[in-house]
């Protein structure tokens, strides 16, 4: 190839491109495999650290369920068979809500001037999804990578499914997810871990003992990004 037609390299190009500037928007990826606590884990850091959390399954979950949305019965079709919802869709989800998220907390102490702290929680689940995300809409800071035996995930699962009404908490869904998360988002994990912005925790804990370890790991990286 010649010098010429070479690309942009991807750092330089994040930086000209992306939609949000990683500088005063600081997003943070949550990931393990389904029922890991990934969910349970944000609600608790909105909290403790005035993010705003954004799943990326339920934002998937309300497109679905809106009337008018052209998207409704194929994103039905995905999460029912575990699979990944092209990836267009979303991306296109996540940057309107975290639009949407810049305005409405604008008086929040992390959220002056055009700053945001954001949790993405369960995405991305593939490589080309991290990739296209973090070069057009947000470079991610950092990683939090819930780890737990898949035992524990599928009997937190079924139990969850008891009350959830979540079409995919059941066991033939379930087994499903646990296969497309190794085969497709475990590699996204280990890119971040080579490029030293994971944070692993073990989740097999209770509650209170993995938000502690949480809380441990994204203090110190806050205080960096200040
Ligand atoms: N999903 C998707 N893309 C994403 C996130 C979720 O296609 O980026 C779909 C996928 O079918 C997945 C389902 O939504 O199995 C449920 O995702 P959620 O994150 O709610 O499940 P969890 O991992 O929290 O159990
Ligand atoms: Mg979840």
Redesign the pocket.
Known sequence: MSPDNEKVPRKIQAILQTIFDHKSVVVVYVL?????G??TQCTRLVKGFDFVHL???????AEQNRSNSEYGEM?RT????????P?EV?IKLLENAMTAALETKKGSPAWSNGSGRFLI??????MD?ALKFDESVCLASLTLYYDCDEETMLSR?LERGKTSG?E??NVE?IK??FV??KEQTKPVIEYYEKLGKVAKIDSTSDVDEVYKKTAEAITPFLEKKK
């Open positions: 393990g495999g389904p029922g890991a990934k969910g799943s990326a399954g339920d934002l998937l979950r994103i995905y999460i029912r068979e575990g699979t990944i919802v990836m979303t929680d369960g995405f991305p689940r593939k999804q699962l979540r995919d908490d869904s499903k997810r497309v998360y």
